[in-house]
């Protein structure tokens, strides 16, 4: 029961182009999301977040969107570079139990192409 | 400041041994979350420390156990080791008091079990 889903497990973008990665969760429960990069060898790094109150949060050029009635969130990044090659996890964080817990995605693995 | 540091790096073992992994959190947290990623998966909770107890547990059997020491450090243990419990151990730390509190990765360690 995978309550976190990224459903592309690999993207290839031309340096430059805009990168699109996409989460899509059940749990209606979740109310705080993360985007985080990993590099083989690594762990994950954090990226960029956002509260189930907000749809839209910006850092640099890192955008995550949040549609909650559809349970989807992305990630855009704009413009590509040949540095954001990496695997990129989505995470929800879940409360239904009165502490908290994050769920992550598989990952979607970008690759940059200069 | 330090980061998440957590050891060994690698390790191998053979199946129905034992094996400990540690974890020492960033400076000034005092959460831990142990993870495990399976290749291709996206990291999986296993548990959570907080005040020295176990706050939140995910699907893993009793086979996983834990401790966290008074300075925050924790221990991950799992007995009898089995080959699927191959995989990269993440730990992950954060601060309980932040409410958007995001979680802070080592770079894990990957198990082997032959």
């Known amino acids: 029961d995978q309550q976190v889903k990224q459903n592309s497990p690999s993207l290839s973008v031309q340096e430059g182009r805009i990168s699109i990665l996409n989460c899509d969760y059940t749990n209606s429960m979740f109310d705080y999301f993360l985007w985080y990069k990993k590099y083989p060898a690594e762990g994950p790094t954090f990226l960029i977040s956002i509260s189930s109150i907000k749809d839209k949060n910006e850092d640099g050029r890192f955008t995550v969107f949040l549609n909650k009635s559809a349970k989807h969130l992305s990630l855009h990044i704009v413009p590509s570079q040949p540095g954001d090659s990496a695997v990129y996890f989505c995470?929800?964080?879940?409360?239904?139990?009165?502490?908290?817990?994050?769920?992550f995605g598989t990952g979607t693995r970008l690759k940059v192409l200069a | 400041d330090a980061g998440v540091t957590q050891s060994p790096t690698h390790l191998i073992k053979t199946r129905g041994q034992q094996v400990t992994l540690r974890c020492s959190p960033k400076?000034?947290?005092?959460?831990v979350s142990w993870y495990q990623q399976a290749l291709g998966q996206g990291p999986q909770f296993i548990f959570q420390?907080?005040?020295?107890?176990?706050?939140q547990r995910g699907n893993f059997p009793d086979r996983f156990s834990g401790h966290q020491f008074p300075n925050y450090s924790s221990e991950l243990n799992v007995n009898a080791l089995l080959l699927g419990d191959s995989a990269l151990y993440l730990c992950a730390s954060s601060w309980a008091r932040q409410g958007r509190e995001k979680l802070f990765f080592g770079s894990g360690t990957q198990l082997s079990v032959l």
């Open positions: 995470a929800a964080r879940d409360i239904t139990s009165g502490t908290y817990k994050y769920i």
């Open positions: 400076s000034g947290h005092d959460t």
């Open positions: 420390y907080y005040e020295e107890e176990e706050r």
